[in-house]
C-alpha cells in the first residue's frame, strides 16, 4: 500500500524513485517486520500468557529437563510472526502480483490449522491436536489451490516442470502431474519445520536463513538478464518475492528476540507451519523446488531422522536414535541445548551456501 502512495509521489519529489527498487522494497520490508514485532511484541506475549494460563503443553515422553524449564512458557507465537510478515508485505510488496498472493493464502492458511492445532493443545491440557488426516487433508487442499494458480499464471511449460540444480538445461516436465509435486513440496515443507521446532530458537534462525536464500533467488529469477546470465529460468513476477522472504527474515529476527533461550515464548504450530509453507510456496513459484532440500537440509534431515524411527521400531523392535527428532537424540546424549541449537545453525548456514552454489555452478 504505502509502495503505491511512494509510486504517485514520484513525479513531485523525484528522490522516492529509490523505492521502486525491489532491494530497497526488501530492506524496508526486513526493517519494517522487525519493528512491528518489537512494538507489538510484549503485547501479544502478555496477552496469550493470560489466556493461556499454564502455556504450551510439555510432552512426557520428551527430555524430563523440558517439563521443569520449559512449563508454563505461551504458545502460538507465530502469530506474531505472521503479523510482522503480512504488514510488511502489504505496506512494501506490488499487490498486484498473483505470486504474492499465493505465498500469504499459503502462510495464513497453514498458520490457520496450526493455530487450531496449538488451541486445541492448550485448551485440552495435551500435546495432541487435531487428528493427523484432517489436518493433511487442509494442508493439502490449501496447496492445491495455490500450486494450481501457479500453473496457471507461469510461463508453459516451464509451470509445470521441475528444472534439475548443478546443470544447465536439464528440466523435467510434468505436464499436470506436476500438481501433486508442488503440493508435497510445499506441504513437506511445512511439516518439515514443525518437526524441527523443539529447541529455543533451533527452527527460527534456518528459517531465516532459507528465507535469505531464497529473497536472492526470487531476485535473480525475476531479473531476465541475471537469470540469462547464470542460466537459469526466468520466471516473470517472482522478484516480487524477495520482499515476502525479507518480511520473513525481519520476523524472524524480531521473534528470536523474544524466543532466544529460554523462551518467553513458543512459535507452535501457528508459526512452524506457515514458515514452512510459505517458504515451500516460494519454492515452487521460482521453479527451485528441488534446491529447497539442499537449502532447507536440516528440516529434510529432522524429518528422516523421525520416519526412520519410526520404521525402525515397526520392523524391528528397536529404535535406530536414542530420542526422534535428531536434536532430542543429542540432549539424551548430554549435549546441552545451546550447543545443540548453534551447531544446526552453522549446519543450516553451510546447507544454504551449498543451495545457493546451485545458482552458478551450472
Known amino acids: 500500500m504505502l509502495y503505491y502512495l511512494l509510486l504517485k509521489l514520484t513525479t513531485e519529489i523525484s528522490e522516492l524513485n529509490v523505492f521502486r527498487y525491489l532491494t530497497t522494497r526488501t530492506s524496508m520490508a526486513v526493517l519494517t517486520a522487525l519493528f512491528v514485532i518489537f512494538v507489538a ?49 502489504l505496506l512494501w510488496a506490488d499487490l498486484s502480483n498473483l505470486y504474492v498472493w499465493g505465498v500469504l493464502f499459503v502462510a495464513l492458511g497453514y498458520g490457520a490449522i496450526g493455530f487450531y492445532d496449538d488451541y486445541l493443545k492448550v485448551t485440552r491440557a495435551t500435546v495432541h491436536g487435531f487428528s493427523g488426516r484432517s489436518r493433511l487433508l487442509a494442508e493439502f487442499a490449501i496447496a492445491a489451490i495455490v500450486v494450481f494458480m501457479f500453473m496457471e499464471i507461469g510461463a508453459s511449460p516451464l509451470a509445470t516442470s521441475l528444472p534439475v540444480p548443478y546443470t544447465k538445461e536439464v528440466i523435467l516436465n510434468f505436464g499436470l502431474f506436476f500438481l501433486p509435486i508442488g503440493m508435497l513440496v510445499i506441504v513437506g515443507a511445512g511439516n518439515a519445520v514443525n518437526i524441527t ?105 529432522e524429518t528422516v531422522s523421525v520416519i526412520v524411527q519410526v520404521a525402525s521400531f515397526k520392523m ?11 536434536h532430542h537424540h543429542f540432549e539424551q546424549k548430554g549435549w546441552r541445548e545451546s550447543t545443540i541449537v548453534v551447531r544446526f545453525w552453522i549446519i543450516a548456514l553451510v546447507l544454504a551456501i551449498f543451495g545457493l552454489a546451485t545458482l552458478k555452478l551450472r
Open 316 to 326: 524391528t523392535g528397536k529404535r535406530v536414535f536414542a530420542m526422534a527428532p535428531l
Open 197 to 301: 521446532d523443539g529447541l529455543d530458537g533451533l527452527a527460527i534462525v534456518p528459517v531465516m536463513i532459507a528465507a535469505a536464500s531464497y529473497g536472492i533467488i526470487a531476485y535473480l529469477v525475476g531479473n531476465f538478464d541475471f537469470s540469462h546470465y547464470l542460466h537459469m529460468p526466468f520466471v516473470k513476477g517472482t522478484g516480487e518475492l524477495a520482499v515476502i522472504c525479507g518480511a520473513l527474515v525481519g520476523a524472524g529476527l524480531g521473534f528470536l528476540w523474544f524466543n532466544a533461550p529460554p523462551a518467553m515464548i513458543f512459535m507452535g504450530d501457528t508459526g512452524s507451519l506457515s514458515l514452512g509453507g510459505a517458504l515451500g510456496a516460494i519454492a515452487v513459484a521460482v521453479k527451485h523446488e528441488i534446491v529447497l532440500i539442499i537449502i532447507g537440509g536440516l528440516f529434510v534431515l
Open 41 to 89: 511484541g510484549p503485547k501479544i506475549i502478555s496477552l496469550l500468557k493470560m489466556k493461556q494460563g499454564k502455556g504450551q503443553p510439555i510432552r512426557t515422553d520428551g527430555p524430563q529437563r523440558h517439563i521443569v524449564e520449559k512449563q508454563g512458557t505461551p504458545t502460538m507465537g507465530g502469530l506474531m510472526i505472521l503479523f510482522g510478515v503480512f504488514v510488511a508485505t
